[in-house]
């Protein structure tokens, strides 16, 4: 039996309790989450940022075309462009199988250019099978670099579009950009929409960003510093405001480029967007995620802090303020209310952290009081590191730590209780990652478990999130991941699901509660699996489920009229090892089956079938 005692009042839990974490990893911004089609637009790609990269990977060039890196750039921070023959042509072939464009859709093609004479550029889109759109003419009226725009509108669906801008004359070319009119909420330079919307659906408290190991590793300089035009740097938000042409391209920690395209200010704004609280890291001068060094600079390490300050003017300042009048330049002349920013990720080395980390949270709280600064424990849930960091957080009486694990299911039960015993009067907990190592239902399931020990612990545990977010199918470095994506689809995992479930079910309080008696052990599950529908009305028939495509997959009768229950899949499946494991092969199953690879080929659409005349 459970008691529950209403009257006792447990724990308040936050309305932000449950929150998501972004990181650039697995592909997730480019080619990902910003919408942006065309790939390498700035011909910034170089061999150093990643063995298979030139400043021509994804475009074939027809005709005569260099890149070059002289005087005449677009600007400091964006140095190559495209020097065009008179009459060729120049082609890109997006990400992974190509341009996705749906039929009936606007897409908005930009380039800057410049000619010596004028010169008519031809923009066409087209996939093996032909045309995607009608072609589009833009004039290009100057020798000095200026900003031309056409539309297309989609004749056909494609996910192997190919983007192609020919000239009649000789021409310069730099920032080659198309983006789906559809954006998430019609942001300019916004968000894929279908992704965008899945994390919004979660209603997350907050959304942590941008890292993770892409913050707290490579070159802590600047862009320019030292005249050597800094690659793999840490993730540094000024190198990501401001013109998206004036955005230095970078490769990052997880081995390709980010264009920065999607920067502070469309993380601030997606957050706002979505209602959730922003939670911004920023690197500590420690470099983390296996490369455990100590960055000695002091002179780098003062500029730091005062970009952390600087960003704090950014998301909060007056527009009259130099970072506040920034951010209403780009469009947000309002603040963004940022009260949370975690310096340093996983950080491994205590001692070295602390010495930083205190100096950075001195300066902030000196200048803006109500910001809470989090800090962190390092990557390990237990251990001599884990230990020390803590130490060192309580006897600086830090206003929360961030832990990060990754571990089994079983740990994942086993640990409910791990937060019963935190000092009540210690740091607060930020669970920044953890995951349970797969994307099953009994993943799901262990970590659902697990959360309902974080929610009866909600006056300690303040905040989680589970990790990693998004991965691109074609790209997956790590997993397992809460949402995964292809060029024309995305689907949830499990993990997903359970996130949902809780995000959007946040209680006010704690009601403690106490059980007696031994549960009964849960059967292992075995038998089918398949598709249940009920039927809610005499006025339906059948259910029909269909791809993404509108293809019908099969229907199935329903076995009378309403109150009736229709199933589908109902062959011969097991679960082995926590994967469902299809034991027949039918039609029906092979459609429905989960945990296999090919799963998410599908991206099912269940509708109910009118009788007709109803
Ligand atoms: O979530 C993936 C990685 O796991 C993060 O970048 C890092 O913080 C952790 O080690």
Redesign the pocket.
């Known amino acids: 039996a459970i008691t529950v005692d209403p009257a006792t009042q447990g724990a308040r839990i936050d309305r932000t309790m449950y929150g998501v974490f972004f990181?650039d990893?697995n592909r997730a911004a480019d080619g990902g989450l910003y919408a942006e089609l065309v790939q390498n637009r700035s011909f910034e790609y170089t061999t150093d940022d990643n063995k298979s990269y030139t400043p021509l990977t994804a475009w074939t060039v027809t005709g005569g075309a260099q890149v070059v890196d002289d005087d005449g750039r677009l600007n400091a921070r964006n140095r190559n462009y495209l020097s065009l023959d008179a009459g060729s042509a120049v082609t890109n072939s997006g990400y992974n199988t190509g341009i996705r464009v749906e039929d009936g859709k606007k897409y908005d093609f930009s380039v800057w250019a410049r000619a010596a004479g004028r010169t008519a550029l031809t923009v066409s889109l087209q996939d093996s099978g032909g045309a995607l759109a009608t072609a589009r003419q833009v004039a290009v009226k100057k020798n000095g670099w200026a900003r031309y725009r056409a539309t297309f509108t989609a004749t056909r669906t494609s996910s192997a579009g190919r983007l192609t801008v020919a000239t009649a004359d000789a021409a310069a070319l730099d920032m080659v950009s198309l983006f789906p009119r559809d954006t998430y909420q019609h942001e300019p330079n916004g968000l894929r929409e279908d992704l965008a919307e899945k994390i919004a659906a979660l209603h997350p408290g907050f959304v942590r960003f941008p890292?993770?190991?892409?913050v707290n590793t490579g070159s802590m300089q600047d862009y320019s510093e030292d005249s050597g035009y800094q690659r793999k740097r840490s993730y540094q938000w000024k190198d990501t405001v401001g013109p998206v042409e004036t955005r230095a391209t970078n490769s990052n920690f997880w081995g390709y480029n980010q264009s920065y395209g999607l920067g502070y200010y469309e993380y601030f704004r997606f957050a706002e967007d979505i209602g959730a609280m922003p939670l911004p890291v920023v690197p500590a001068l420690v470099t983390g995620?296996g490369q455990n060094k100590a960055v000695d600079d002091d002179a780098l390490l003062k500029r730091h802090i005062q970009d952390t300050l600087d960003l704090i003017e950014f998301a909060n300042g007056p527009v009259t303020s130099k970072w506040g009048g920034l951010r209403a330049e780009m469009g947000h002349p309002k603040p963004f209310h940022l009260t949370h920013i975690e310096v340093g990720?996983?950080e491994n080395l205590p001692a070295a952290f602390f010495a930083r980390f205190t100096q950075f949270r001195a300066a902030i709280q000196a200048k803006y009081p109500y910001m809470q600064v989090i800090s962190n424990s390092g990557?390990d849930d237990s251990g001599t590191t884990f230990d020390t960091a803590w130490q060192l957080n309580k006897d600086a009486k830090v206003d929360m730590v961030d832990e990060?694990y990754?571990n089994s299911p079983q740990w994942f039960l086993q640990n409910n209780d791990r937060y019963d015993s935190y000092d009540r009067s210690g740091p607060k907990v930020f669970v920044g990652?953890y995951a349970s190592g797969g994307n099953t239902f009994k993943n799901g399931l262990a970590e659902a478990a697990y959360m309902t020990g974080l929610e009866r612990n909600a006056d300690v545990v303040k905040l989680a999130s589970y990790?990693?977010l998004f991965a691109n199918e074609d790209y997956v470095q790590?997993s397992p991941d809460m949402v995964w994506f292809n060029n024309h689809a995305s689907w949830g995992s499990a993990n997903y699901e359970v996130q949902k479930l809780f995000m959007n079910n946040v209680g006010d309080r704690v009601v403690p509660s106490t059980a007696t008696g031994t549960p009964s052990l849960l059967a292992p599950i075995t038998g089918a699996v398949g598709l249940s529908t009920w039927n809610t009305s005499a006025a339906y028939d059948d259910v029909k489920v269909t791809d993404a495509d509108g293809n019908t997959l099969l229907t199935d009768d329903f076995s009378g009229d309403a109150g009736q229950w229709t199933h589908t899949g109902g062959g011969s499946w097991a679960v082995q090892d926590g994967q469902y494991v299809e034991t027949s092969d039918t039609a029906e199953n092979t459609m429905v089956q989960a945990g296999d690879p090919s799963w998410h080929d599908y991206d099912l659409h269940v509708k109910a079938v009118k009788k007709s005349g109803k």
Not at 211 to 214: A, E, I, P, Y
Request: aromatic share 12%; net charge negative; with cysteine.
């Open positions: 990181e990893i890292g993770g190991c892409l995620c990720n996983e990557p990060h990754y990652e990790a990693p790590w």
